[in-house]
């Protein structure tokens, strides 16, 4: 196996496992959390976190994995290494499950959020549906990114088995 496919192919399991991880913790316990405490109160948490989350850390990761999953496939239709079959499939569940996914409708949820003020009736009435919205497509993002690392790395170990024989 090439080092350099080797590196994104790892690269694009780890930060797939990552962002699955933390949008479990979201799907999980976060938006549960939120979801107690008065709807002023979570709405600001959210805000704050829509926010934060704009960071070069988690950026890095998100839309790292993006490229180098992108990269993959490209390798894996040129090359046909193999695991072929598990890369591209790891790689698209990462891309459309995730990335997409988040840009079409997690962050027009987000957008929107920000734009009410907590303390609003109006605030009140779009947090209820948010929080069974965002976090159901939150779900599809955990199980796509938690499913394109599981891929990705029965596609390595496919790999070895290969170049071993």
């Not at 690269?11 to 405490?37: D, E, K």
């Not at 790689?91 to 957008?111: E, K, S």
């Not at 003020?117 to 939150?138: H, I």
């Not at 199980?143 to 024989?165: C, D, F, H, N, P």
Request: glycine letters at 8%; aromatic letters at 10%; hydrophobic letters at 60%.
């Amino acid at each position: 196996m090439e080092r350099i496919l080797f590196i994104l192919i790892l690269a694009s399991a780890l930060g797939s496992g990552l962002i699955g991880g933390v949008f479990f913790a979201f799907s999980t316990f976060v938006m549960q959390a939120l979801g107690r405490i008065p709807a002023a109160q979570g709405i600001a948490a959210m805000q704050s976190i829509n926010v934060v989350v704009l960071n070069p850390w988690f950026l890095g990761v998100f839309v790292g994995t993006a490229a180098s999953c992108t990269l993959v496939v490209i390798a894996a239709l040129m090359r046909q290494p193999a695991g072929t079959v598990l890369l591209i499939a790891g790689c698209v569940l990462y891309v459309a499950g995730t990335f997409l996914v988040t840009m079409m409708f997690n962050v027009p949820r987000n957008d929107a959020l920000m734009a009410v003020a907590p303390e609003s009736a109006e605030g009140a009435a779009y947090w209820s549906k948010y929080l069974v919205e965002w976090t159901f497509w939150n779900h599809v993002r955990t199980a796509a990114a938690t499913a394109g690392s599981a891929a990705l790395i029965l596609a390595l170990v496919q790999q070895a088995s290969a170049e071993s024989l």
